[in-house]
């Protein structure tokens, strides 16, 4: 069954840490994998597309990484801010054709402190 | 702001009722993909069309239809409203109509509350 599991549920972290977020995913056969953040009440915004021969992609702050081996990715933030707090989601492509071939995860909800 | 529009922002509406949430995609899209988020839900593909055509059905309901019309512009229609279809609706937009491949812009959303 074609599924793909985020964790954790919940984060929260003091402004200027670091943290990394994880996804777990069983999609096959495996096309591509994007890293979206979603503000409160906002539509998702994507940061990374990865496909099978990238293990890493950067976007600022934000650094990806993917092992197709394990099929597993991680989202690493670095030097956190306030406006990082959001809802991160991992969405998964079992082909190229058609969106029903999407798989999203629950999504990470993470808290900046201050 | 990522160039996709949807009206209305919010609709409050009874049970039974119908409503239409209507779509623009950004310019030079031609798919729109339509999805619902309901509280601590993660996202559900409802349907997608591609240059007016119908591409790739998802957990859309029988109640639920969507169209995307000649200007690209698409609407999502929602009948017989039950209270479990309140939710936050969600338009896309891609260049392409390989939904599994490339960069899916998303609306602001529509927030539905059936009372």
């Known amino acids: 069954k074609n599924q793909v599991e985020q964790s954790p549920q919940s984060l929260i972290i003091l402004e200027g840490k670091n943290c990394t977020l994880q996804?777990?995913?069983?999609?096959?056969?495996?096309?591509?994998l994007r890293w979206y953040k979603q503000d409160t009440g906002r539509g998702p915004v994507s940061l990374t597309i990865?496909?099978?021969?990238?293990n890493t992609k950067s976007n600022g702050r934000y650094t990806a990484t993917l092992d197709a081996d394990t099929k597993q990715s991680s989202l690493h933030i670095t030097a956190s801010q306030l406006s990082d707090s959001a809802s991160y989601i991992c969405v998964v492509s079992a082909g190229l054709t058609g969106a029903n071939n999407l798989f999203f995860g629950t999504g990470t909800r993470l808290t900046v402190i201050p | 702001d990522s160039g996709v529009t949807q009206t209305p922002k919010h609709l409050i509406t009874a049970t039974g009722q119908r409503v239409t949430l209507r779509c623009s995609p950004r310019?030079?899209?031609?798919?729109v993909y339509w999805y619902q988020q309901s509280l601590d839900q993660g996202l559900q593909f409802l349907i997608q069309y591609y240059n007016g055509e119908e591409r790739a059905k998802g957990n859309i309901l029988e109640r639920f239809s969507a169209q995307q019309f000649p200007d690209l512009h698409s609407e999502l229609n929602l009948s017989s409203l039950e209270l479990g279809d309140s939710a936050l609706y969600f338009c896309?937009?891609?260049?392409?109509?390989?939904?599994?491949?490339?960069?899916?812009?998303f609306g602001p959303g529509t927030r539905l509350l059936v009372l």
């Open positions: 996804c777990n995913y069983t999609v096959s056969p495996f096309s591509n």
């Open positions: 310019s030079g899209d031609l798919s």
């Open positions: 896309a937009s891609s260049v392409g109509g390989s939904g599994g491949f490339g960069t899916q812009y």
């Open positions: 990865m496909t099978f021969s990238e």
